[in-house]
């Protein structure tokens, strides 16, 4: 019996691993139509999410296209006024670096002109303090010549 037994056991058990086999065997199909399914939809997911990035990306470039335009449209613009004005300050220079050539000669002519005013004052108060000095000693001469001339008559 105990062989008999063993063997029902047994034959039990070879039963029960066809079952359990049979089983996985479905579970696992199951498992990889599911996988399938999701694999499928993740597939269709992505590539929705990709167009939409590939959207929004092309969106973003074609503002930031845009925005970086507009800025270098006005750092030319701004660009320009600054050599416009650099322009303008360069010709302000040159006027004041002749203006200042131009003084420069005025003013030498200026000091010339001075320096002459000054000798001549120089001279005109010289002589003028001789004419002074002279005219008070004239009297001074003439009454000395005159006592003089009386001596040398007596």
Do not use: C, H, W
């Not at 030498?108 to 001279?123: I, S």
């Amino acid at each position: 019996m105990s062989d008999d037994f063993q063997q029902q056991v047994l034959n039990e058990l070879r039963n029960l691993n066809n079952r359990l086999d049979a089983e996985l065997g479905q579970i696992n199909a199951r498992l990889d139509a599911e996988l399938g399914r999701i694999n499928e939809r993740l597939d269709r997911e992505l590539g929705q999410i990709n167009e939409r990035l590939d959207r929004e990306l092309g969106q973003i470039n074609e503002r930031l296209d845009r925005e970086l335009g507009q800025i270098n449209s006005r750092l030319d613009a701004e660009l320009s006024r600054v050599n416009s004005r650099l322009d303008r300050l360069e010709g302000d220079v040159r006027e004041l670096k002749s203006e200042l050539r131009e003084l420069r000669v005025e003013f030498n002519a200026y000091q010339k002109g001075l320096d002459g005013m000054v000798r001549m004052a120089n001279t005109i108060i010289i002589a003028t303090a001789s004419v002074i000095v002279l005219g008070n000693l004239v009297p001074s001469v003439l009454n000395f010549v005159g006592q003089t001339a009386n001596l040398t008559t007596r």
